[in-house]
């Protein structure tokens, strides 16, 4: 049996309590299961506990929001410390990177670089994280966008990206389609539209959107 002092209801535990519970859990004579996991292994639920995190914040429960912030801090530190079990890094080397690209990043707080709008700190945050990257291209942007992301959002995403890098270049129109909308009623109706013609047609939407930005934008 693995030793574990409890705390009273008064008492809360701490960040460093719940670092060393998933230490304790994943020793000999823890928990089977938690031995077990692995960076792959715990994909489907970093997923999870993000999507979870936000139905929480768009139903406005502060308490299924507090339980769910826990949830992804959980698989923080549980991949933190396979990673140091690994010899990879340890959650120090997360915290120290993390911190060190926030203040690169905000140069407009503690630099000399100028954002007076929240428009003007993302241009400045796009020039700073091209900087930090090693980005001397649009490829090299566009191929940093990661491929697990949804494609309607990863669409976007590339979207934005050959917009901003690219303002003069001639995009292709397909016939039918609206160049610009009036809201997002009128867009949202227009996806569903196109979602529920490749329903009908026996094509997967998902798919035929990731397969076309692979083969025509980003080829």
């Not at 692995?38 to 929480?56: F, G, N, R």
């Not at 980005?135 to 697990?148: A, G, K, N, T, Y």
């Not at 995403?157 to 001639?170: C, F, L, T």
Request: net charge negative; proline share 5%.
């Amino acid at each position: 049996m693995v030793e574990w002092q409890e705390k009273g209801k008064d008492e809360p535990y701490t960040f460093e309590d719940l670092y060393r519970l998933i230490e304790l859990l994943r020793s000999p004579g823890g928990c089977p299961w938690d031995r077990e996991q692995t960076h792959a292994s715990l994909i489907k639920p970093m997923i999870e506990e993000a999507y979870e995190t936000v139905d929480a914040i768009e139903k406005e429960s502060r308490e299924k929001l507090c339980e769910e912030l826990g949830d992804v801090l959980l698989q923080v530190i549980f991949h933190s410390i396979i990673a140091e079990e690994e010899g990879a890094f340890q959650f120090n080397d997360i915290t120290d990177g993390c911190t060190r690209k926030m203040l690169f990043r905000h140069s407009h707080v503690f630099g000399e670089d100028v954002a007076n709008t929240a428009g003007e700190v993302l241009d400045n945050w796009d020039k700073r994280k091209q900087v930090e990257k090693g980005f001397h291209s649009l490829e090299e942007e566009l191929r940093d966008i990661p491929q697990v992301l949804p494609a309607l959002m990863r669409a976007a995403k590339v979207a934005k990206k050959i917009r901003k890098n690219q303002p003069e270049a001639a995009v292709p129109h397909a016939s039918g389609v609206p160049e610009a909308f009036y809201d997002a009623q009128e867009a949202g109706r227009y996806l569903y539209e196109v979602a529920r013609i490749c329903e009908q047609s026996g094509i997967d939407p998902e798919l035929a959107l990731k397969a076309y930005i692979e083969k025509e934008i980003l080829a």
